[in-house]
């Protein structure tokens, strides 16, 4: 009986140290890249006459494209 109670005993202590040890690993440097498209929103600039108002060829009033890229470069520190 006292040689199963002293076996219980080591066995969970072993269990115990060895899930102290057990650590999750993680990558130190991280890397991720990126990109998109938008709509750029018409901005007025009120550079032109009324008539180039009403034709839209002046204050901002046509839409553009938005293309952008993004890289992230994460360094363990």
Known sequence: MAITIRWIRFSVALVV????MVTPSSSQVTMKLGGGVGVTIPASDFGGSSLEYYSG?????????????????GLAG
Not at 17 to 20: E, F, G, I, Q, R
Not at 57 to 73: D, F
Request: aromatic share 4%; glycine share 10%; no cysteine.
């Open 17 to 20: 140290v060895l899930a102290s």
């Open 57 to 73: 060829s002046r204050y901002g009033l046509s839409s553009g494209l938005n293309l952008h890229a993004k890289a992230k470069v």
